[in-house]
Each structure stands twice: as C-alpha cells, then as structure tokens.
C-alpha cells in the first residue's frame, strides 16, 4: 500500500499521516503539504512533497512519482476562514476536490478518503438527533463546498468506480496541531487558555451546543472506514459519525474540574450564527451498523486526556 496525504500539515493531517506511518510503514506515506513548512516529526519520519492541490499539474506530477494507490484528501479551508474569503473557499475545496478525484481516476488510484462536515447541515435541518438521510441546507460558503463535494464522490464511485470513502466529522478537538479557522475552534482554544493560566473570551454564547469528537476518535474513524469491507458500506462520502455533545459552558465547567481557576467570558461574534446553524446532535447509526464505528472518548475522558498532553508539550517547549 503507498499513501499520499494531501494537508499533511493541518489538525488532522499533521495526526493521521503519523498514525497511517505507524500502520502502513513510514516509507508508504507520503505527506503532501502546501503553505505550512512540515514540522520535524512529519519531515523526518517519512516521504514528503510540496503541492498545491488547486493546480492539476502539481498533482499529476506527485501521483505519476510516488504512485499512490490510497489518497487521504485533507486540504481544505475551515467554515470561519471560508466566510471570509469565499471564492477561496470554493477554488480549494471543491476545485482541489475535483482535481484529486480527477488525478485519482487517471493515475490509476484505487481508493480516496475525503472528510465532509457537520456543516453539510443547516437551520432546516433538525438539530438534535440530526438523521443520516435529511434536509442539507449549508448557510456557509465551507458547508455549501461539503454538500457538494459528497454528490461529486458519490459521483465518481458510480459513474468511474472509485472507491471514495467518507465521514460527516463534528468539531475536532486536538492538543498537537490546533484548527484553522472553524468556528469549532472555541472548544481547542479553551484548553490552551487553560494550560497556560490565561482567562479566555470565548467567541459563542456559554450555552452553544455542538457535536465533538477528540483526535484518537478522529483518527480510528478513518482508518476503520478505509479499511472496511466494501461489500458492508451502504454509502460513500457522507456518514454520520457522532462522540460526544456539550455547551460552551459544560466544557469550561469539565476543565474547572482540573483547573479550578480557569475563567471564561463569553462574547459572541460571526461565528455564532454559524455553530446555531448546526446540529446540537447527530445519529450515526448507519456507521455503526455498517462499518462498527464507536467513539472511544466521552466529554471526561477527553478533557483529562487533552490536558495532560497539552501540559507536557506546551512545557516542553518552554
Ligand atoms: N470544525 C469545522 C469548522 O468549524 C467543522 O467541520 O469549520
């Protein structure tokens, strides 16, 4: 198996390509990454190549070189950035989308992992519960290129017979890469704030519920899908994968238990309208029965976890 990974510098990415060096040999993953340098422990366990997935020729170049059967697809702009700069949004989402399942297709590549977004859904879609199968009614330019990049993989799997896998991830909660520019970010930020002893101004209101999953679950979520019997997936690039759901405030409340001074004010902005546009819940059933997906971190686990190793790293480079 040779896997590239696209966004290999991002919050997911700087993880998975480490965890897919781990399963498949270092040597197997090649980390594709754009803007950000590669940190050293990405650049020095493993492959790695400078491209820009909004330009076919670079990826043609890198697909025709390292020849990967697999591709994780992770380079994207997140929900917040994405208002704005919309027409970014879209050249990178969609229009990278399209060029790796385009590359995929020609460059002989078997299978394409492709994470869509709770953002997919929207104010008419039922918050808590939300269904697999629902109305999408993204409000952002980020939710509007997910919508479309699901149709667009479950496009190529049936018209060229690629084997496009995805989920609908919730807000990721991270302690090694932290997001860029999604409006779950309050939740990552609050952890740092904490572990430093800085008060946090936290930009949604205290009673803002949204689903979350930490990074292991993140993670094990990919792999098992990837790794699934084709013949037990009743879907492509659109599963429902739920952990956990809280509040702003039920997560400040959680870290208090930890760190008892830890305060937090709320002064909601833009980003607001977004996460109230969002599920408060979502039903993974069909993943569960399909592919056997269960989260292995709940809000306490996740909370003691996430502290103790943004403690040591963020000591570390004291
Ligand atoms: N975490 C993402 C965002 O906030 C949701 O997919 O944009």
């Given amino acids: 198996m ?10 997911i990415g700087s993880e998975l390509t480490l965890a897919l060096r781990r399963r498949y040999g270092s040597e197997n993953v090649v980390a594709a990454f754009h803007r950000t340098p ?5 650049k020095d366990s493993g492959p790695s190549v400078r491209l820009d997935v909004t330009d076919r020729a670079e990826l043609e170049e890198a697909v025709r070189e390292y ?10 702009i997140l929900s917040a950035k994405g208002e704005e700069n919309p027409a970014a949004a879209w050249r990178v989402n969609l229009g990278g989308l399209y060029n790796v399942l385009e590359v995929a297709r ?7 992992f492709w994470p869509s977004s709770i953002a997919v859904f929207g104010p008419k879609t039922p918050k808590d519960n939300t269904p697999q199968d629902t109305v999408l009614s993204p409000t952002t330019m980020y939710g509007v290129t997910k919508v479309a990049g699901e149709y667009l993989c479950d496009y190529y799997a049936r018209r060229f017979r690629l084997d496009v896998r995805g989920v609908r991830y919730p807000g990721i909660i991270s302690s090694e890469t932290p ?6 970010d309050y939740a990552v930020e609050m952890f740092y704030a904490a572990v430093k002893g800085e ?3 936290c930009f949604v209101r205290p009673d803002t519920v949204l689903p979350m999953m930490y990074m292991p679950d993140c993670l094990k979520a990919a792999i098992q899908l990837m790794e ?29 238990k930890h760190v008892p001074s830890f305060q937090v004010e709320y002064r909601p902005d833009f980003r607001q309208e977004i996460a109230d546009s969002w599920p408060r819940s979502i039903d ?30 963020l000591q570390a480079e004291l």
């Avoid at 020609?106 to 394409?112: C, F, H, I, S, T």
């Fill in 106 to 112: 020609a460059g002989g590549v078997r299978q394409v």
């Fill in 179 to 184: 997001p860029g520019g999604g409006t779950t």
């Fill in 67 to 76: 020849k990967p059967n697999v591709i994780y697809h992770l380079a994207a």
């Fill in 2 to 11: 040779r896997i590239l990974v696209t966004g290999a510098t991002g919050q």
């Fill in 284 to 313: 993974d059933s069909a993943a569960r029965e399909d592919w056997g997906w269960e989260p292995s971190y709940d809000l306490s686990r996740m909370v003691e976890d996430m502290l103790a190793r943004l403690k040591r790293r």
């Fill in 228 to 256: 699934a019997d084709p013949s037990s997936l009743t879907r492509r690039a659109d599963y429902n994968v739920a952990a956990m759901s809280f509040s702003a405030e039920e997560l400040a409340a959680e870290i208090r």
């Fill in 199 to 201: 008060r946090y101004t």
């Fill in 38 to 42: 590669l940190p050293p422990p990405l």
